[in-house]
């Protein structure tokens, strides 16, 4: 009975969509992204990780007027993080406990929904939470809680092939968005808090067959291994758990990683524990290292590097931006991984000095003690894996800022496969109280902050610019805010009811422009009147 129901209910909606004629989604489409404003084909918008929309029809002058369009209900508990795509009028997202959908991106109306059967046994760190899909070909990709990863047919919602990454039951799980570039699905694993080793793997789309793994923690005769003290590289976690870039012209694709293992303490781990909290520029086509920078090495705060790497041109230079969890902006030669610059965009303690590179460097004073040390900022980072967005329009680079230091704390915990292995506490210094946060526009050229816009408690959104000249983000207390994306003034807000824990995106169908956010257990979207 119930696949006649979902049969009936597919067919009724492919009539409204005209599924049939839809075309594929070519490696070519992807590349050309930015030809297709009306779309949203990756996670992050295009390969660059710009999460900036052509469209403007939405603008700083009619911005006042936007409306609720519709809503779609997950029906799930826990953290909403999805941000959707969107293809020739259908919308694909995922939500809670690795559920997945398609949608008519005009009325919200369901065509299909996958859920995941999961065992009661897995081990997510932060949430049963997944971030997207990817898609390619007539397919739909996600990863899952168990550690999966899977093709659905993206008329039906149908499996196409599932394979097996990695071992739940070890703390490995997948909770990132894929990347679709030309015929490879690329994902990268979660997990760090369990002692895992991290990797990064590349499937072919059509068939599910792994065509490279590359291990974020190099083994014994590899470049690297001795940055790790004895045995600790088997279980020094440094997953690389959010979304990466792709750089066509050098068929390169930029990936970050996060923490070593134990993330607080690093007795017994001496060394910088590569590849932790580090860019990898990898060949798309092997999986091969061409280089890696190394933002915190061996580091004792869960300084995670899992923030989106923005690709950038100016002046003739192919350069990489990021804001890092640690509190400094930086601007890399991307051709190469040479460091051209740092800059703190937040409040930072753990750091006073630079190295002969010119990477910050740890003051000794902020190593985690028995009764516990403050640094700024805490744990969460000044900022996190929530997307944030450049905006060729203005020049600026926005991104979501946290003002919280926390005491750290350390004490030696033995490791037993598939427990959370942390070897420290933290907690807020309540000193430092209140905490807050706000979203920050940099100049890229000098790290200097144009503007903020400040929210009354930090915040887990992500941002979107358009080209109307706005500046989509989210706060803690469940608005949506559109601002001025040159001042910062704010324009338009909507109470959603529930806190944001997503990245917007937009999209546009018949001329007209749509913004979507996901917040609670609901996928909103807005257009004007």
């Not at 002058?61 to 293809?87: C, D, N, R």
């Not at 760090?192 to 599910?208: L, S, V």
């Not at 706060?475 to 109470?495: M, R, V």
Request: hydrophobic share 40%; proline share 5%.
């Amino acid at each position: 009975m119930k696949r006649a129901i979902h049969f009936t209910v597919l067919l009724m909606a492919c009539a409204l969509l005209s599924c049939a004629s839809r075309a594929q989604v070519t490696a070519q489409r992807l590349l050309d992204s930015a030809k297709e404003p009306q779309n949203w084909l990756t996670y992050s918008g295009d390969y660059a990780g710009h999460r900036f929309s052509a469209l403007d029809q939405i603008n700083t002058a009619t911005a006042h007027a936007l409306l609720p369009k519709w809503a779609y209900q997950t029906m799930a508990g826990g953290k909403f993080e999805s941000t959707p795509i969107v293809v020739d009028g259908v919308l694909y997202g995922t939500g809670q406990d690795d559920r997945a959908f398609a949608l008519d991106a005009r009325t919200g109306r369901p065509i299909w929904q996958y859920q995941r059967a999961l065992p009661a046994d897995i081990r997510p760190c932060c949430g049963r939470v997944n971030r997207g899909v990817a898609i390619l070909g007539d397919k739909v990709f996600l990863g899952t809680l168990d550690s999966h990863v899977i093709a659905l047919d993206a008329k039906t919602g149908n499996i196409a092939w599932d394979v097996n990454a990695f071992d739940y039951k070890m703390g490995y799980s997948i909770t990132l968005a894929p990347l679709a570039v030309k015929n490879l699905v690329i994902v990268g694993v979660s997990g760090g808090e369990y002692g895992i080793r991290g990797f990064i793997d590349a499937y072919d789309a059509n068939t599910g067959e792994r065509k490279w793994r590359f291990y974020t923690i190099p083994g014994p005769g590899e470049a690297g291994h001795e940055s790790w003290e004895g045995d600790s590289w088997k279980i020094g976690g440094a997953p690389a758990w959010i979304t990466g870039s792709y750089d066509a012209a050098t068929n390169t694709t930029f990936w970050t990683t996060g923490n070593p293992s134990p993330s607080n303490r690093g007795e017994g781990r001496a060394g910088d524990n590569l590849y932790s909290n580090s860019l990898l520029a990898l060949d798309v086509d092997t999986g091969e290292l061409k280089w890696y920078f190394q933002f915190t090495k061996h580091d004792e705060h869960d300084y995670d590097a899992t923030q989106v790497p923005v690709l950038l041109e100016r002046d003739g230079k192919h350069l990489l931006i990021q804001a890092n969890r640690n509190g400094f902006f930086y601007v890399l030669d991307r051709s190469n991984g040479k460091l051209i610059s740092s800059s703190a965009y937040a409040k930072v303690t753990w750091s006073s000095s630079k190295d002969s590179e010119g990477r910050p460097a740890a003051n000794k004073q902020s190593t985690p003690t028995p009764d516990g040390s403050p640094v700024c900022p805490g744990a969460a980072g000044a900022t996190n894996w929530m997307s944030p967005t450049f905006d060729p329009q203005t020049g600026f680079f926005y991104v979501t800022a946290r003002e919280q230091c926390d005491i750290f704390s350390t004490a030696a915990q033995p490791y037993h496969a598939g427990h959370a292995y942390y070897g420290s506490a933290y907690f807020p210094n309540d000193e430092m109280a209140p905490f807050w946060g706000a979203l920050r526009a940099i100049d890229p050229v000098t790290g200097k902050i144009k503007w903020e816009w400040k929210h009354p408690s930090p915040t887990w959104s992500g941002v979107l610019s358009t080209a109307g000249g706005l500046v989509f983000t989210g706060d803690a207390e469940g608005n949506f805010i559109a601002l001025d994306a040159a001042t910062g003034k704010p324009l338009w807000h909507f109470q959603a009811g529930a806190s944001v824990y997503s990245s917007p995106m937009a999209y546009a169908i018949d001329g007209k422009e749509y913004v979507a956010v996901a917040a609670g257990s609901a996928l909103f979207t807005f257009g004007l009147p």
